[in-house]
């Protein structure tokens, strides 16, 4: 089983313990073992930092953070060990490309866990229509 995650690009630190909550089940009620995450705000940040702990603990899983973009040469990573590039997304015009992974990370994934606040915007456009794919979708 995968999820993936949408959510603001401002995000509060006081949804870490929720998120931890959240993702522990998953991996231990709902047997999901990859997790597919972002890199465009802070609540990708928080989830990508809590993955990587979780890893530590539940050596089965796996995850990858979903770049949008090829790496140029000023970017958020050093260490490009937990990335991937989704196949096809290089054919994609980079005006578009925010979304086009979106839409590809919605696909590959059962689970959607969402951090959102407000109706408007990409997180939660993108929460609708995980809802309308019938995805199993937690908002924190």
């Not at 465009?40 to 930092?49: E, I, L, R």
């Not at 000023?74 to 290089?90: A, C, H, N, R, V």
């Not at 578009?96 to 590959?108: F, G, K, P, Q, V």
Request: aromatic fraction near 12%.
């Amino acid at each position: 089983m995968n999820c993936t995650f949408l959510g603001h690009r401002d995000c509060p630190e006081t949804i870490k313990p929720r998120l931890r909550e959240v993702l522990v089940d998953l991996i231990t009620n709902q047997g999901v073992d990859m997790f597919y995450v972002g890199h465009q705000g802070q609540f990708d940040a928080y989830v990508h930092s809590e993955l990587k702990k979780l890893k530590q603990e539940y050596p089965q899983i796996n995850y990858a953070v979903v770049l949008a973009y090829m790496p140029g040469k000023k970017t958020e990573y050093d260490d490009y060990s937990d990335t991937m590039l989704p196949e096809g997304i290089e054919s994609v015009h980079p005006h578009y490309a925010i979304s086009w992974r979106n839409n590809w990370m919605l696909r590959e994934s059962d689970y959607v866990v969402t951090y959102i606040t407000h109706t408007w915007g990409g997180a939660y456009q993108y929460a609708e229509k995980a809802k309308h794919q019938k995805k199993v979708v937690i908002n924190l």
